[in-house]
């Protein structure tokens, strides 16, 4: 690696990328990709990286890995007040799974956060440890419902409409060097045949296009794919990629390769600790970074890269370069990226980006009316069409249009009878209720009939009684004076 002038990085082309270079080719003149974008509806996801999430562990040389959880809690609500589509975590999650599986743990805790669906690849970080990791035995219940099949740990799925993520695995644990088996690679070959005509992205922990000075050899080969020409070389077969994302090098950088944006990205708790936020349409994407929003913090974490170990490693001439390298050019930051057949990268101011984002708001909206008036041109009926004189029958459409008719009438009736069934019922209870209530009322009229019986009875009894005793007194006793009246 040689710097001179201006220029901060000039290196060597190594034998290795030439030869991929020369190998690629054939394959770019044999494969032309369209420019014509998958029919998508606008949506937008975030990606991060490299977030190192540990619980009581000190900070590791340039890794803020102390302030790991407050910087991860305060992103995923500013994550939140973005409303994404989906968010994608691009490897090294965790600083090691900890004891007992406490970091990852308290990585999932928190990332259940968030207010939309998310997905994780792997990273050496989440693999290693005195012993490796078994990676589905750990990740294994978390990769559910996230695309994963088969018991792997690369992955495939369809977050929204016509759109299609890839999520490689290129963990290797004690290693910084990635790796993608054979196995995988054929796998990946399959699933993009598989999924032909969605917007598709794919995510790997380690770039499979290295940025400079990343694909210069030595000694920077230790934090890249061996194999990383193999996998571009399938990807520039389909005309459905658009996006490659990576981390793992802590760097902002936009590369594009037969029409195919590759994308590395800074870490979360690394200098400058940024992720990113797309907004894609059929005809671009805008790319947008944020900083955790800790000032002082991210200031320390600035100083700790330029002191290591690591800002000598990449240049010992200029340890200070280490601090563009990280950040990127403007262009690397924010952007707007073309879908078009010339595809290209033109950098955008946050002025920019804010009338940007007005404007595409009205865009998005007027776009999803779009397809909503198409979705119910699509959906209308029309009316059924007569056989003619000829015996014609009428099209499929019209067919299926009398069947829904037929359907819609015969639910009706069904209805219907079930209405007069319930009515008959109601109408039968109601007369029953209604005799119930004449015979009780009968019942008890008989009853005060008879009481009343029988109480002028027991009345009429009590006066003939009286009586008799009025005459028996009215007659003179013998020996015997008068006796009073009865009271």
């Known amino acids: 690696m040689v710097a001179s002038g201006k220029d901060k990085f000039e290196f ?9 270079a020369i190998a690629a080719l054939p394959l770019i003149s044999l494969n032309s990709r369209p420019a014509e974008a998958a029919s998508i509806t606008p949506f937008s996801f975030v990606y991060l990286c490299d977030t190192h999430l540990a619980s009581g562990i ?17 992103v995923i609500k500013g994550i939140n007040a973005l409303k994404p589509d989906f968010v994608i975590f691009g490897g090294d999650q965790v600083e090691t799974v900890g004891a007992n599986d406490a970091n990852w743990q308290f ?12 997905y994780f690849v792997l990273g ?10 078994d990676k589905m035995k750990e990740f294994g219940p978390d990769f559910k419902g996230r695309g994963s099949t088969d018991n792997n740990s690369y992955w495939s799925a369809d977050p929204v409409s016509n759109v299609h993520l890839i999520g490689l695995d290129s963990s290797k644990a004690n290693t910084s060097t990635g790796e993608i088996s054979d196995e995988q690679i054929d796998w990946l070959k399959k699933d993009l045949q598989s999924n032909r005509g969605k917007f598709t992205i794919v995510i790997s922990h380690h770039p499979v ?41 802590y760097m902002n950088k936009v590369q594009i390769e037969r029409d195919i944006y ?60 280490i601090l563009e390298l990280c950040e990127g050019a403007a262009e690397d930051q924010n952007a707007l990226l073309s879908l078009g057949a010339n595809k290209s990268v033109r950098a955008l101011s946050k002025k920019q980006l804010k009338e940007d984002q007005s404007r595409r708001d009205d865009e998005i909206e007027k776009q999803k009316e779009e397809l909503r008036n198409k979705g119910k041109s699509k959906g209308k009926k029309t009316e059924p069409r007569k056989e003619d004189s000829k ?23 069904k209805v219907e009878t079930k ?46 009684s009286a009586t008799d005793k009025a005459d028996n007194a009215s007659e003179p006793a013998e020996s015997s004076p008068p006796a009073s009246p009865n009271p």
């Open 12 to 20: 060597k082309l190594s034998r290795r990328t030439f030869l991929s």
């Open 58 to 74: 000190p900070d590791n040389g340039f890794k803020m890995v102390q302030e790991s959880q407050l910087f991860l809690q305060e």
């Open 107 to 118: 990585f999932i805790d928190l990332v259940q956060q968030l207010n939309c669906p998310w």
């Open 124 to 133: 050496e970080q989440d693999v290693s440890g005195k012993t490796p990791v």
């Open 209 to 249: 296009l290295p940025p400079a000075p990343y694909d210069g050899g030595p000694p920077f080969d230790d934090y890249i794919l061996p194999n990383g020409s193999d996998v571009r070389e399938v990807l520039g077969t389909s005309s459905d990629v658009r996006l490659v994302l990576s981390g793992h090098l």
């Open 262 to 321: 590759h994308i590395s990205s800074a870490g979360l708790d690394i200098y400058p600790c940024q992720y990113k936020y797309f907004r894609v349409t059929k005809d671009s994407i805008v790319m947008e970074s944020f900083e955790a929003p800790f000032p002082a913090l991210v200031k320390k974490a600035k100083k700790a890269l330029l002191e290591s170990s690591f800002a000598s490693k990449i240049n010992r001439k200029d340890p200070n370069s």
């Open 391 to 413: 015996g014609s029958k009428p099209d499929s459409k019209n067919q299926e249009a009398d069947q829904n008719t037929n359907s819609i009438k015969e639910e009706e009736s």
């Open 419 to 464: 209405t007069s069934k319930s009515n008959t019922v109601t109408k039968k209870s109601s007369k029953q209720e209604s005799s119930k209530r004449e015979n009780s009322q009968k019942s008890n009229s008989a009853k005060s009939k008879k009481e009343e019986s029988s109480k002028t009875k027991s009345e009429n009894t009590k006066a003939d």
